[in-house]
């Protein structure tokens, strides 16, 4: 077989993290990525992007730790290069605050982030409600610019980028060799996983820019993360709920708890609604799957379900489906044995 044709359903920053790191690491190969969304449709363009992963209760805690430093890594060299504006990546610093002293004062990824140390009493004095902290400085990924940085890399190394909708993968058969499964919550249909959900995020996006370091609430449900362009207050967490249309009730709630936090935000002008579905699963789906039909096959790389920790964990996991398509691409190149 000459070169091998692959799509990538699904360009949110998965589809496009994993057409990249193909287009890098698997040579003798075609891409093309295919969706009915892109930029500034999508998922990741509502996230608010800040590298701190969330836990994934089915996952080994090693595995997920080498998930986020690889995405930081990737992001930590965007940020020390010239395409570092472009690609819409940042360095922020600021506190993750408690009401009580958690369990685990030190999380896994504390030695990913840089400075990671725990709050001084002077510092917490800022915030009264609050009995402990962790202070550091981590990176900031702006989904649209991001997005479009991805897409520009995608078509540089080759690879087609397509407006479609996909209602089944056998459409992609026989056109393509190997389908890479990017689609999120469309993996409920496309796949037939009943375990994936959304869990509707809804946020605003603010001028303050007078706000230069993040706060983020213990839960990770108040959050106040300066970006670019604007700062983003969070948050919501609404199992279940597919509704896209911001709720005007849940705005004035969302400021209010980041006021309490910072009360300068009081003064923050230009609230814009934004609202996501994050792609929710009891753990994230990054296997191989061959699909049959009676004599025909067509291997599928299933790569979703990362639910709040899309930006967090994206090259990681991109890395390790680039891996897995690499395994379908050998068996395609492996000559059958003939029979004697």
């Not at 949110?12 to 193909?22: E, H, Q």
């Not at 998930?67 to 395409?83: G, Q, Y």
């Not at 970006?227 to 983003?232: A, D, E, L, Q, W």
Request: a positive charge; charged letters at 20%.
């Amino acid at each position: 077989m000459d070169t091998v044709r692959i799509a990538v359903v699904g360009a949110g920053v998965m589809g496009l993290s994993t057409a990249v790191c193909i287009s890098k690491m698997v040579p003798g190969c075609s891409i093309t990525v295919i969706s009915d969304k892109f930029t500034p449709e999508t998922t990741s363009d509502v996230a608010a992007g800040m590298l701190i992963p969330p836990t994934y209760p089915d996952t080994p805690i090693q595995k997920q730790k080498q998930w986020f430093k690889e995405t930081f890594d990737h992001l930590f060299a965007i940020v020390n290069s010239a395409e570092a504006e472009d690609a819409g990546v940042i360095l922020v610093s600021g506190w993750q605050i408690f009401r009580s002293i958690p369990t685990e004062e030190v999380p896994y990824w504390a030695d990913v982030v840089l400075g990671f140390r725990k709050m001084t009493k002077d510092e917490l004095k800022k915030f009264p409600q609050h009995v402990f902290g962790h202070a550091f400085t981590t990176l900031k990924c702006e989904g649209p610019a991001y997005l479009l940085w991805l897409q520009k890399r995608v078509k540089g190394s080759g690879g087609l980028i397509l407006t479609r909708r996909i209602e089944d993968l056998w459409e992609l058969h026989p056109s393509f060799d190997i389908v890479v499964n990017c689609s999120g919550l469309g993996s409920r249909q496309l796949a037939g996983d009943a375990e994936i959900f959304p869990v509707r995020g809804q946020v605003l996006k603010v001028q303050a820019p007078w706000v230069k370091h993040f706060i983020r609430d213990s839960s990770g449900l108040t959050y106040i993360y300066p970006g670019v362009s604007n700062v983003t207050l969070g948050g919501t967490r609404q199992k279940g709920d597919w509704n896209l249309s911001p709720d005007a009730e849940i705005s004035k709630e969302i400021l209010s708890r980041c006021c309490a936090l910072e009360p300068s935000l009081r003064g923050a002008y230009d609230l814009r609604e934004k609202v996501g579905l994050r792609p929710s699963r009891p753990g994230v789906r990054l296997e191989k799957e061959l699909l049959a039909q009676g004599s025909r096959r067509l291997p599928v790389v299933h790569h979703y379900g990362h639910g709040s920790g899309g930006i967090a964990m994206h090259w990681g996991t991109a890395l390790e489906a680039t891996r897995l398509v690499n395994e379908c691409v050998q068996v395609l190149r492996t000559p059958p044995k003939s029979k004697l």
